[in-house]
């Protein structure tokens, strides 16, 4: 972690976490005192076998789930976003915009020119009138971003977003979401199964546990930006979290 990293206020706290589904003898119980402290600015990933609880633990953070025990503190707003873009297809991009600016209280005739502000900010400049059907799987989670912003957030959690895109259009996203979170000093919290991406993107890589999910493990990212995904220093750290991360699931199955 960077100097200024290090002495940021936490953006996110959470402390000895646990949820539970359920009751009695059904209940699962998802997550197993997680405590994560996010910097102010940092970009973690989050990565682990499916179930670990990744997308639980983003639900907390934006208030969609509580914990059946201990502590989440968020300072400042945050959103999310999902592997599909979920727009709504009978209205235009800037329309899609347009209502997450009304939601969050933007005067109408201040809303134009906001849309147009955000759809620059993320290189879709003049595309306000097109329908989501109209654009290609990449524009579509650029003009998600672009929504996202229109709530003014501090706070960004990310589900599996590039997840269904081809690997051009991932990486073009992935040099995108860079250029915003250092423009916007936007704090992330990302989640994907693709150990490569989170150490192309991340600040930190933190990995759960087999279900119940736990901090098993935290990789610090110290490879200079901009990063490929396709260098040997990239492709080094991401090896070496997957040995760690394939080390777990044969303990989990072994314990199963």
């Not at 405590?35 to 907390?60: D, P, R």
């Not at 989440?72 to 297809?89: I, Y």
């Not at 290189?123 to 998600?144: D, F, T, Y």
């Not at 003014?152 to 599996?160: K, P, R, Y």
Request: aromatic letters at 4%; a neutral charge.
């Amino acid at each position: 972690m960077t100097q200024a990293l290090s002495q940021a206020a936490p953006a996110i706290e959470l402390l000895k976490i646990q949820k539970a589904y359920g009751s009695g003898p059904d209940q699962v119980l998802a997550l197993d005192g997680v405590s994560l402290t996010v910097k102010s600015g940092e970009f973690v990933c989050l990565v682990g076998a499916s179930g670990c609880g990744k997308s639980t633990l983003l639900n907390m953070l934006v208030g969609l789930d509580q914990p059946s025990s201990g502590l989440v503190k968020v300072e400042g707003r945050s959103t999310l976003m999902f592997q599909e873009p979920a727009l709504f297809p009978w209205l235009t991009v800037g329309a899609n915009i347009a209502l997450a600016l009304k939601l969050r209280g933007t005067p109408r005739r201040e809303r134009p020119d906001r849309v147009n502000e955000l759809l620059k900010s993320v290189q879709l400049e003049g595309l306000a009138n097109k329908r989501p059907h109209e654009l290609s799987g990449g524009m579509r989670q650029r003009v998600a971003i672009a929504r996202a912003f229109a709530q003014d957030i501090d706070v960004l959690c990310m589900d599996e977003p590039f997840g269904a895109l081809d690997a051009m259009t991932r990486d073009l996203l992935h040099d995108e979401l860079e250029r915003l979170w250092i423009d916007r000093s936007l704090t992330v919290v990302f989640v994907t199964h693709n150990v490569r991406e989170a150490v192309r993107l991340a600040d930190r890589v933190v990995l759960l546990s087999s279900r119940p999910g736990r901090v098993i493990d935290t990789f610090e990212v110290e490879i200079d930006r901009p990063r490929r995904i396709d260098t040997p220093e990239v492709a080094g750290l991401a090896a070496e979290i997957t040995d760690r991360l394939r080390q777990e699931v044969r303990r989990h199955v072994n314990e199963s």
